[in-house]
């Protein structure tokens, strides 16, 4: 039986996490972890695709794994998404903050190999969620938050754990994605011929 692995993508706002987590689906069929969070949608974010939208209320309901609080909202990854995803294939992965990945190495082990993204222009990273189309107010806020700087470098705790993997140009950024899925066993790689 293929071994349950999870690619656990982390590193700072705007470094590349959902692109990569999008990269590894559109290319390789690997679904994502849909995490729980009570911060509004983005302007085309579906709630079920990208998060299960929550209110306080309701995200108090769920059993996670773990959660955190990230600039002011919660989020939280829960057992049965997890479940779920594997049920769908052995290899998975997820977007989460380094706190989140630190629970999940140490949770799992092996079976979570880390991806941490960073890119070497901090002026860039902010470019990038303008261009995305936050809000100004919300990237000042994220900006100020002590997640955000905390996500700036490897923490310790993932030191030894995780792939580095600087997103400056995208295409380098997909030829090291590819290998590591090569690696940890590609499910079902789309031909790019
Ligand atoms: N290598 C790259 N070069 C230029 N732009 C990029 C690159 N990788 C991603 N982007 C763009 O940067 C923006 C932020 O990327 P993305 O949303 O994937 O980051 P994130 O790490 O998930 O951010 P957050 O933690 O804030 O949700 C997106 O508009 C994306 O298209
Ligand atoms: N520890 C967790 N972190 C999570 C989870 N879901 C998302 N995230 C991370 O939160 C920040 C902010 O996300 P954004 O979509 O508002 O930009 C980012 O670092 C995500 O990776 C989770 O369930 N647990």
């Given at each position: 039986m293929t071994k349950q692995r999870i690619f656990v993508i982390t590193g700072p706002t705007g470094s590349g996490k959902t692109t990569v987590s999008h990269y590894l689906w559109s290319q390789y069929q690997i679904p994502q972890v849909i995490t729980h969070t009570t911060r509004a949608p983005r302007e085309g974010e579906v709630s079920g695709r990208d998060y299960y939208f929550e209110t306080p209320a309701s995200f108090a309901t769920k059993h996670y794994l773990e959660h955190v609080t990230y600039s002011g909202n919660q989020y939280g990854s829960s057992r049965e998404g997890l479940a779920a995803a594997w049920e769908r294939s052995p290899l998975i992965s997820i977007v989460l903050d380094t706190a989140g990945a630190i629970t999940y190495a140490r949770e799992l082990g092996e079976q979570a190999v880390v991806i941490y993204l960073e890119v070497a222009d901090q002026e860039a990273l902010i470019e990038r969620l303008t261009k995305r189309g936050d809000q100004p107010s919300r990237i000042q806020k994220r900006v100020?938050?002590?997640?955000?700087?905390?996500?700036?470098?490897?923490?310790?705790?993932?030191?030894?754990?995780?792939?580095?993997?600087?997103?400056?140009?995208?295409?380098?950024?997909?030829?090291?994605?590819?290998?590591?899925?090569?690696?940890?066993?590609?499910?079902n790689a789309v031909s790019k011929d």
């Open positions: 100020a938050s002590e997640e955000y700087l905390r996500d700036q470098a490897l923490p310790a705790g993932l030191v030894g754990h995780a792939h580095v993997l600087v997103n400056d140009e995208w295409q380098a950024t997909q030829r090291q994605l590819d290998q590591l899925v090569a690696e940890y066993g590609a499910p």
